[in-house]
């Protein structure tokens, strides 16, 4: 880069930890806005999450006529993501996803940002270097290895 010029967010290839003074909705809440988006997509909530470890999410299960989708919401930090839903077998590893008339109905009624697939899918080395310690401590980070930035916000280490 030339003096003078600055890299914006938008090309940056780092992903950067997202900025704001929000705060993680408590479980209940959470609840309360999956069926808000719900309502407003014409699909129906089919399961929610209990909240208990060891994720470091909670989730529920939105269907459609054509698809169901998982919203995923970090239980400490004002971060929501889209997934495919559980398998008959397992959750992990979770596979990120965009649905547009979710991040609509999102956008229309929370200020929590939403995490794109993209962003969610880049190398964990590439995110930025200080991400919040509640979310990468050193020895999870050796013993797990995450492959993504998704892998180590919505994790499920013990």
Not at 111 to 122: G, N, P, S, Y
Not at 124 to 146: E, F, I, M, N, V
């Amino acid at each position: 880069m030339g003096r003078g010029e600055q890299r914006s967010q938008a090309t940056d290839p780092r992903w950067q930890w997202p900025p704001g003074d929000e705060e993680a909705p408590a479980l209940a809440d959470f609840k309360a806005l999956c069926y808000e988006f719900a309502r407003r997509t014409g699909g129906h909530v089919e399961s929610v999450s209990d909240g208990r470890f060891p994720p470091s999410f909670h989730h529920v299960v939105i269907a459609f006529r054509d698809r169901r989708v998982a919203v995923l919401c970090h239980q400490t930090l004002p971060l929501l993501a889209l997934a495919a839903p559980p398998g008959e077998s397992s959750f992990w590893p979770l596979s990120f996803v965009d649905d547009p008339a979710i991040g609509s109905a999102i956008a229309a009624v929370s200020r929590i940002r939403l995490l794109t697939a993209a962003e969610l899918d880049m190398d964990w080395s590439r995110a930025a270097a200080h991400p919040p310690a509640a979310l990468a401590q050193g020895k999870d980070l050796t013993y797990w290895r995450p492959g993504s930035v998704g892998d180590v916000i919505f994790n499920m280490w013990d």
